[in-house]
């Protein structure tokens, strides 16, 4: 047979092939180019959800894929209110086109990502309202409904548009409250103005922002302690303990010093102490992120006592 003949032949398979797969994808309901998430995100007038991932080698962005993406609750749910798009980066690149990977170079430089999963929430032209990353196990419809709440956010930043004084303040204040703390300590331009326009803590907005002003800084702190790998669990929880009388933290952000260094007694194997501390802040705030990770993680590490 004609060797011409039976490469064209390959060739034209193969364009099957990888459009059947394209094909495949596009059912799930995921777009993979940027370009083409923002023309249907115009033509439909929906924000776009981006997810940052590393599918073939990151283990929370798996067991985000396997206990939520490919859930019913999201497929039937997420694409009524979101464009969604897929920006993989895969340790095979083999599946991939030379354009997608370029793009998740650019992308990932634009929106600054450090680590995956990262979702984040655009307008239809890619201005990010809001951001996340890791996963904290939430189940399939909690996660969801999380991310659905957030499409009011735009709303909430158009309706503060005009408005002045303290009452531009209490709006901003809303539309930063729906973003959760973590995500809103990332506007330090809209936190510095309800803090100057709530100047006299008249609407309690100053002290609130200034709290998670601080809060972010020893979360700052905390990851810097936490990268030490070099160092023993013991001079570590020395600098916790130091951090803690020197910034006095509260709510949350205690909650949250407590867990890490709980994380701590647990490497040296301290394991009454790392129990104690996990249970201590789980009281602190149930109903945060990381209030709720707590129950899970007593479950699997500390199952006896937790089931009494």
């Not at 439909?44 to 929370?60: Q, R, V």
């Not at 239809?124 to 399939?140: C, D, L, N, P, W």
């Not at 006299?200 to 100053?206: E, I, S, V």
């Not at 910034?247 to 909650?255: I, M, N, T, V, Y």
Request: include cysteine.
């Amino acid at each position: 047979m004609n060797p011409l003949f039976l490469g064209t032949v390959r060739v034209a398979l193969a364009a099957v092939i990888f459009t059947l797969a394209g094909n495949a994808f596009a059912e799930e309901g995921w777009l993979v180019s940027f370009e083409k998430a923002k023309e249907q995100a115009a033509k439909e007038g929906k924000p776009i959800l981006m997810e940052f991932t590393g599918s073939d080698w990151c283990p929370p962005c798996k067991a985000l894929h396997k206990n939520v993406l490919v859930k019913d609750v999201f497929k039937k749910e997420m694409p009524k209110h979101f464009v969604l798009l897929k920006l993989d980066n895969p340790s095979d690149k083999g599946e991939q086109t030379l354009e997608e990977i370029d793009q998740y170079k650019k992308l990932s430089k634009e929106y600054k990502i450090t680590g995956v999963p990262s979702i984040l929430l655009s307008d239809k032209e890619g201005k990010v309202f809001y951001r996340t990353s890791g996963y904290g196990g939430q189940a399939a419809k909690v996660w969801v409904d999380d991310m659905v709440a957030k499409t009011a956010i735009p709303d909430a930043l158009e309706d503060a548009t005009g408005a002045k004084g303290l009452e531009r303040a209490k709006l901003l204040d809303k539309a930063l409250s729906l973003m959760g703390s973590t995500a809103a300590a990332q506007r330090k331009e809209d936190i510095n103005e309800i803090i100057t326009l709530d100047s006299k803590n008249k609407a309690g907005l100053k002290a609130k922002y200034e709290g998670i002003l601080t809060a972010t800084e020893i979360k700052d702190s905390l990851q810097a302690i936490m990268r030490d790998r070099g160092a023993k669990p013991d001079d570590m929880i020395a600098k916790v303990d130091k951090l803690i009388k020197d910034k006095s933290p509260k709510g949350e952000a205690l909650q949250e010093v407590l867990f890490m260094k709980s994380n701590l007694y647990f490497r040296g194997k301290k394991m009454e102490k790392a129990e104690a501390l996990l249970r201590e802040a789980m009281k602190i705030a149930p109903d945060s992120k990381t209030g709720k990770r707590i129950p899970g993680i007593l479950e699997r590490f500390f199952p006896k006592k937790n089931a009494s």
